[in-house]
């Protein structure tokens, strides 16, 4: 295999990240690049004939966005892939596998045309030309993206994976062992519960609300929502290097025609109903998953929501915060890296067209083993056993 092709679809934009293998004295690596449409590294879900991406949405903005798994994306999308990859396709048989996250399949959390199984999405992607499709869970996915940093390989312990999307959070709780407990060699991470916990809110509602305080300041001018959405996302970047105190100025799209200056601080933006509707929820999210009560962990915070601070304002309790300086391209990430490093995963979840239970349907009792018992045990990994892009080529 040559590659890797992540995607994570969002509602309103796709991520897709191209993971190459490489070796450099007698270590092999994976170098990561984002794909994009050719103006933006997130692509906003947007297809028209003969355009695809940032054209088709310029073109026509009230046609944004569309399906992300419609069939016109789909194939823009594989005529993106084999343009960049040099005019050659992007499947099994050139050396490339799609790597797909998966998002919860509630009512309330689907893209625009609705949720769909993973079956579905298989078999949409090959009618597009990307046949043989692997499907990841976003919180595996996410859990994937930390095991590839080199901080992760020293560490054993409970870890909280907390999916950020634009209309969803997912949260999952492993348990990461090494050494003689996870029978020699790399970790064995078990997931603690198979009961998936997740909640229907995520960034795209504060982001609207965003949106809909600055147009409400450009005095009835026309605003291009495509820009719009730059912004937003430059703005809680922007915010989540800020104290909760101090207020951050709108410096984004059109704020020269604001009549007055939009200046909002963490603390403010915290208050919002369409924030507090998910960081209420999250330290219940987190024990339904599995972690013990008083119990520390690491928290992995990855996906478009993980932009902005709340997620980690609201979490610190259970740990130190994880966070890579991309979140929005963490998921997809994850996904490159998840076929080779899905064998450490004890517990990975079983994927089925039914829907995932939202938190609100958990009844007391049913989030699975909580103790140190929680999850089946993995084959032993033999001694000798790295990370991937640690290993000599010739022990691949």
Known sequence: MIGVIGVDAQRSRTCVVLGETGRADGIVETRLTSVGD????????????GMWGSVAAEAQPDGWPVDPWSDGFLRGLRDRLWSYLGRVPPDLEQGYQVSVVLPPAGRDSAPPGGAVSADAVR??????????????????????????????????????????????????????????????????????????????????????????????????????PLVMADGVLEFGAR???RDAIRPLEWTGPHAARLYTPLRLSRAELSSWESV???????????HAAGLPPRQTALVLLGGVGAVWPWYADALRQFGQIWQSNEPERDLAAGAVHFPELRTQLAEAPTFRPASPRSLVEHEPGE???????AGAAAPAVD?????PWLRRREDR
């Open 367 to 373: 989030t699975g083993a909580q103790g140190d018992e």
């Open 383 to 387: 001694a000798s056993e790295l990370p």
């Open 123 to 224: 078999a949409r992607f090959a009618a597009a030309g990307m046949p043989g499709a692997t499907i990841v869970d976003p919180a595996e996915a996410l859990v994937c993206r930390w095991l590839a940093e080199p901080s992760a390989l020293p560490y054993a312990g409970h870890v909280v994976a907390v999916a950020c999307g634009e209309t969803w959070t997912a949260v999952a709780v492993y348990r990461v062992t090494r050494g003689e407990d996870a029978g020699g060699g790399g970790p064995r991470i078990s997931r603690l519960s198979t009961v998936p916990v997740h909640a229907a809110h995520g960034s795209g509602a504060w982001c609207a609300e965003l949106v809909r305080r600055v147009t409400e300041r450009c005095a009835g001018e026309r605003v291009s």
């Open 239 to 241: 915010l989540r290097g």
């Open 38 to 49: 050719g103006c933006r590294h997130l692509v906003p879900n947007a297809c028209a004939p």
């Open 276 to 286: 507090r509707l998910i960081t209420d929820e999250l330290s219940g999210m987190v």
